[in-house]
């Protein structure tokens, strides 16, 4: 049976890609009267702005920012492009659990049964795989944020929709967005939602947000636009909790039997790396 290579080409790194504002042009003063009512041309109704879609945006960052504590699950899927040109989908499913400053439990669970747990307790990040029962570990004080930078840019791992999980996330989406627009006004699950969709220099996203009181993202897609056969990444949330009671050892790992502790990749020096790595057969796997 052929098999499927599985690895994203490109790490998804960042949650919804960061957003900013186009500004739009002003409209100039009419010079002549308007006409009355009566001889007036019809109009189409004016749809929502990019002002409306930055506002609609920035007020879901910053309601998720200043929630202190969350869980929520994610079914997700990811496009991987094979060797042969096409486009392969896998699934997983998250559990994110998030206490700031400096509780955060991430649990995955790939298509093909593997599962992976990554745990910050204010003091150490760990990651564990159980399907191999082994786990690294390595120091950063600091809190949720500093964690998930270091995790992302020094350990060089993978966390879809990282910056969901910053205080900072307002400040990200502000930073980078190219261009965004206000799509339709839909439902999801039969919930109301607002569509937009933006650029950045990387990515091009999607992002349906409720239009009640709790603006929190029910469903994201990241498109890669730079990356060989432009694949994309979606997650649909579900089961948002932004109260959850969570016992204190939820952050904290605790060896199982006979566990091995390994070093992250980045930790190793650049000759053992080298020393050590062998080039994946030519076979397309997951």
Not at 95 to 115: A, F, T, Y
Not at 125 to 141: E, G, H, L, R
Not at 249 to 274: D, H, S, Y
Request: glycine share 6%.
């Amino acid at each position: 049976m052929k098999k499927y290579n599985g690895s994203l080409k490109r790490s998804i790194l960042c949650a919804i890609t960061p957003l900013i504002m186009v500004g739009c042009a002003q409209e100039q003063a009419a010079v002549r009267p308007q006409p009355s009512a009566a001889v007036a041309p019809a109009t189409k109704p004016v749809a929502a702005t990019e002002r409306d879609a930055k506002k609609i945006l920035m007020t879901m960052a910053e309601y998720l920012a200043k929630t202190p504590r969350f869980s929520v699950n994610l079914r997700g899927s990811y496009e991987v492009v094979q060797a042969s040109g096409q486009k392969i989908e896998f699934g997983e499913i998250r559990r994110i659990i998030v206490s700031r400053p400096n509780g955060l439990r991430v649990e995955v669970e790939h298509s093909d049964g593997e599962k992976h747990l990554v745990l910050y307790d204010g003091k150490q990040i760990t990651t564990f795989t159980p399907t191999q029962n082994v786990y690294a570990q390595v120091s950063k004080p600091g809190g949720i944020d500093e964690a998930v930078t270091y995790f992302l840019k020094d350990l060089h791992m993978r966390l879809p929709l990282a910056a969901l999980l910053l205080s900072r996330f307002p400040a990200e989406l502000d930073n980078r967005t190219q261009s965004l627009d206000y799509v339709e006004t839909t439902v999801i699950d039969g919930t109301p939602a607002h569509h937009l969709a933006g650029r950045t220099e990387t990515v091009d996203y999607q992002v349906w947000i409720p239009a009640g009181a709790q603006p929190l993202p029910l469903l994201v897609v990241l498109t890669y636009k730079n990356a060989e056969g432009q694949p994309s990444f979606r997650a649909k949330f579900s089961d948002w909790n932004l109260a959850p009671q969570i016992p204190d050892n939820q952050f904290v790992f605790t060896p199982p039997e006979g566990a091995r502790k390994i070093a992250f990749l980045a930790e190793l020096p650049e000759l053992a790396v080298q020393g050590t790595a062998k080039p994946l057969p030519a076979g397309e796997k997951k």
